[in-house]
Nanobody, 115 residues
Framework: QVQLVESGGGLVQAGGSLRLSCAVS????????MGWYRQAPGKQRELVAT???????NYADSVKGRFTISRDNPKNTFYLQMNSLKPEDTAVYYC?????????WGQGTQVTVSS
């Protein structure tokens, strides 16, 4: 079992920044892949960014150059730094981890970007 707890969401003006955190109940060095997804009202959940055990990262085209995924192994926490936020980034953001082939999700945190 892996438990994930997000924090850091909130309301920000366009052009601002937020950092989301995902605290993980296991050593993240043992986790195959971790990532952030988001779901806007009326839309499907979409991938935002992933980081795998080797450290490689991947981003959705819509966030490249603005968002950065990172991890802190001693803290068993990974992050999503979001800069130059746009109203279209408004969504519930979920962190995700794949451990032994099983996908685990956090509860979600709301990010609202005002224009």
């Amino acid at each position: 079992q892996v438990q994930l707890v997000e924090s850091g969401g909130g309301l920000v003006q366009a052009g601002g920044s937020l950092r989301l955190s995902c605290a993980v109940s296991r050593r993240i060095s043992s986790i195959n892949a971790m990532g952030w997804y988001r779901q806007a009202p009326g839309k499907q959940r979409e991938l935002v960014a992933t980081i795998i055990s080797g450290g490689n990262t991947n981003y959705a085209d819509s966030v490249k150059g603005r968002f950065t995924i990172s991890r802190d192994n001693p803290k068993n926490t990974f992050y999503l730094q979001m800069n130059s936020l746009k109203p279209e980034d408004t969504a519930v953001y979920y962190c995700n981890a794949v451990f032994w082939g099983v996908m685990y999700w956090g509860q979600g945190t709301q990010v609202t970007v005002s224009s």
